[in-house]
Each structure stands twice: as structure tokens, then as C-alpha cells.
């Protein structure tokens, strides 16, 4: 299951520098986007997302989509910036 065509920018700040990114200001948001409009191509994440908020909670529930999805949620050219969570995601896969 994928969303074709949308790009996932995380971050509880700043705006993406290019359009069109669809934005998530906490985990919370990016975890209802993944869950209704399924796995972008690109995601971003920014790390720290205000208080005790943090992208992790973001690649762990990524990990369980991918899991209950039998390894067809997360697309195998799935991009993201930085890489090294989604490259942690596919370790643990």
C-alpha cells in the first residue's frame, strides 16, 4: 500500500523549501497521514519534534504497517532524508 504521489515532510518547524510536500507537525499527524493516505515515496524526518515528541514513534509505526502489511507497506525505493531511519527500519525488517 503506498501513496503515490506525496511526499511526507516532518518536522515541527520549519516548512519544506520545495513544494508540494505534505507536512506533519508532530508524530501524531505523520502517523494519521500514513494511516489514511498509506506510504509516501519520500519521507523527511526531523528528529526532534518538540517536548518528548520524536521521529521515532514515526519509524516504529512504520515498522508495524510494513509488518501487518506482510512487507508490502513501505515501498522498496521508498526515499528519505535522513536516510539513516529508514535504513534502520529495513535492519529491523
Same mark, same amino acid.
Not at 37 to 55: K, M, R, S
Not at 67 to 74: E, M, Q
Given at each position: =500500500?503506498? @501513496?503515490?504521489?506525496?511526499?511526507?515532510?516532518? +518536522? +515541527?518547524?520549519?516548512? /519544506?523549501?520545495?513544494?508540494?510536500?505534505?507536512? !506533519?507537525? /508532530? /508524530?501524531?499527524?505523520?502517523?494519521?497521514?500514513?494511516?489514511?493516505? @498509506?506510504?509516501?515515496?519520500?519521507?523527511?524526518?526531523?528528529?526532534? &519534534?518538540? @517536548? +518528548?515528541?520524536?521521529? =521515532?514513534?514515526?519509524?516504529?509505526?512504520?515498522?508495524?504497517?510494513? &509488518?501487518?502489511? @506482510?512487507?508490502?507497506?513501505?515501498? %522498496? +525505493? &521508498?526515499? %528519505?532524508?535522513?536516510?539513516?531511519?529508514?535504513?534502520? !527500519?529495513?535492519?529491523?525488517?
Amino acid at each position: =500500500m503506498t @501513496g503515490d504521489g506525496y511526499r511526507l515532510f516532518i +518536522d +515541527d518547524l520549519r516548512d /519544506s523549501v520545495s513544494t508540494p510536500w505534505t507536512i !506533519a507537525r /508532530s /508524530s501524531g499527524q505523520a502517523i494519521a497521514l500514513l494511516e489514511s493516505c @498509506g506510504c509516501p515515496f519520500e519521507i523527511t524526518f526531523d528528529d526532534n &519534534l518538540g @517536548g +518528548d515528541d520524536t521521529a =521515532m514513534a514515526v519509524v516504529n509505526r512504520l515498522i508495524e504497517l510494513e &509488518l501487518d502489511a @506482510g512487507g508490502r507497506f513501505i515501498p %522498496s +525505493d &521508498l526515499h %528519505s532524508l535522513p536516510t539513516a531511519p529508514i535504513r534502520s !527500519a529495513k535492519r529491523i525488517l
